[in-house]
């Protein structure tokens, strides 16, 4: 069971920058896909991005374009999110996620396991 634990979260200004950090057991960043998602307090989880085990990258266009980056890290076992010139309506609790291969990534349902989340606060 893949054991997944975000970090990085925190209080930031509109414009500011934030990278969050998902640790997750040997062998599971290489394996399996990783999302990233984000819930905000009444609104449902939201998909922000994916990265296959192959490498190939998909973002909730809409919410993120341009502004976040995910990266794995396979050395570490770790998978980033870069967040910059962060909004106050990216304020949520951003959580990370495996799914197994070729499920469909921007479903939540799609994934197995999940970490705790992270809180991300932008003030304006």
């Known amino acids: 069971q893949a054991q997944l634990v975000e970090s990085g979260g925190g209080l930031v200004q509109a414009g500011d920058s934030l990278r969050l950090s998902c640790a997750a057991p040997?062998?599971?960043?290489?394996?399996?896909?990783m999302g990233w998602f984000r819930q905000a307090p009444g609104k449902d989880r939201e998909f922000v991005a994916a990265i296959s085990r192959s490498g190939h990258k998909a973002y909730n266009v809409d919410s993120v374009k341009g502004r976040f980056t995910i990266s794995t890290d396979n050395a570490k076992n770790m998978v980033n999110l870069q967040m910059n010139t962060l909004k106050p309506e990216d304020t949520a609790v951003y959580y990370c996620?495996?799914?197994?291969?070729?499920?469909?990534?921007?479903?939540?349902?799609?994934?197995?396991?999940w970490g705790q989340g992270t809180q991300v606060t932008v003030s304006s």
């Open positions: 996620a495996a799914a197994q291969p070729g499920s469909p990534a921007a479903k939540a349902s799609s994934y197995e396991y």
């Open positions: 040997p062998r599971t960043v290489m394996w399996y896909t």
